[in-house]
Nanobody, 124 residues
């Protein structure tokens, strides 16, 4: 059974850092893209980053470029999202998701499997 489990969220002060993890089971990251999304209260879910399995292509939303880094450890079947210089507007529930393709998309509706989410709060 395909499953994604996020962890690493929490409360951090503005300017701080967090590293989110997305542990996959039931399938291999060698062949599937993993995307990170977030949803703040009252807002639509938005794409933050993804990493493709076919060519390792990486995407970042403009709002996180230069601050967030996505990486993949195929041996652990885990994808990470390192978030630095966090801002209050980064606060949201963060989800990882996958779809049965090797190429990525920043559109949430194009993903089939989702984790339960992890809360990120940025506040002083």
């Amino acid at each position: 059974q395909l499953q994604l489990v996020e962890s690493g969220g929490g409360l951090v002060q503005p300017g701080g850092s967090l590293r989110l993890s997305c542990a996959a089971s039931g399938f291999s990251l060698d062949y599937y893209v993993i995307g990170w999304f977030r949803q703040a209260p009252g807002k639509e879910r938005e794409g933050v980053s993804y990493i493709s399995s076919s060519d390792g292509r990486i995407y970042y939303a403009d709002s996180v470029k230069g601050r967030f880094t996505i990486s993949r450890d195929n041996a652990k079947n885990t994808v990470y999202l390192q978030m630095n210089s966090l801002k209050p507007e980064d606060a949201a529930v963060y989800y990882c998701a996958t779809r049965p393709y090797s190429t990525g998309s920043s559109v949430p509706a194009e993903y089939d499997y989702w984790g339960q989410g992890t809360q990120v709060t940025v506040s002083s």
